[in-house]
Antibody, heavy 123, light 110 residues
């Protein structure tokens, strides 16, 4: 069964840091673009970042540039999101998502999603 | 503020047809990037509903259909059912290959 499982969410104070993890199973992890997407309370989906198959390219939404870092460890079938200088507006459920197309140079549709992990930034 | 525009809500009676529009610009949809649609039921993760403007993943009922023209795309739900009550999002890319989502449309079944 193709599956993504996130972990690492929790309560953190403004200005603090958190590292999210996502483990994939049931597919060749290294063959796909991977993304982080979040949904803040009362708001819609927001793409946060994505990373190419081998980690050679990363992209971020403007609001997290310089604060968040996406990375992957293909040997461990794992995706990460290092979140620093957290703000209240980063409070959200964070989902990792796998691309639909394998071995493709560009990202496409997000076909497989994890169940999400909740990040709350509050003092 | 999303770069893609969707109506906040649409509603219909069971069995009716509803459509959701997604309007972009020449920087995203109009630049030729495909549009994808996602369904998010309350309390669950998003699910890919339509990819590549018109294609349904395996298991998605043919009541759901997509189209694209110029800088816009649409999702149609025919034969609306109670279980279709959810939030629906369009998604595309811009020239830097950063993903963009629409603000979402809440579908209510009357």
């Amino acid at each position: 069964e193709v599956q993504l499982v996130e972990s690492g969410g929790g309560l953190v104070q403004p200005g603090g840091s958190l590292r999210l993890s996502c483990v994939g199973s049931g597919f060749t992890f290294s063959s796909y673009w991977m993304s982080w997407v979040r949904r803040a309370p009362g708001k819609g989906l927001e793409w946060v970042a994505n990373i190419k198959l081998d980690g050679s390219e990363t992209k971020y939404v403007d609001s997290v540039k310089g604060r968040f870092t996406i990375s992957r460890d293909n040997a461990e079938n794992s995706l990460y999101l290092q979140m620093n200088s957290l703000r209240a507006e980063d409070t959200a459920v964070y989902y990792c998502a796998r691309d639909r197309r394998s071995w493709h140079p560009n990202p496409y549709a997000m076909a497989v999603w994890g169940q999400g992990t909740t990040v709350t930034v509050s003092s | 503020q999303s770069v893609l525009t969707q109506p906040p809500s649409v509603s219909g009676a069971p069995g009716q047809r509803v459509t959701i529009s997604c309007t972009g610009s020449r920087s995203n949809i109009g630049a030729g990037y495909d549009v994808h649609w996602y369904q998010q039921l309350p309390g669950t993760a998003p699910k890919l509903l339509i990819y590549g403007n018109i294609n349904r993943p395996s298991g998605v009922p043919d009541r759901f259909s997509g189209s694209k023209s110029g800088t816009s795309a649409s999702l149609a739900i025919t034969g609306l059912q109670a279980e279709d009550e959810a939030d629906y999002y369009c998604q595309s890319y811009d020239s830097s290959l950063s993903a963009v989502f629409g603000p979402g449309t809440k579908v209510t079944v009357l």
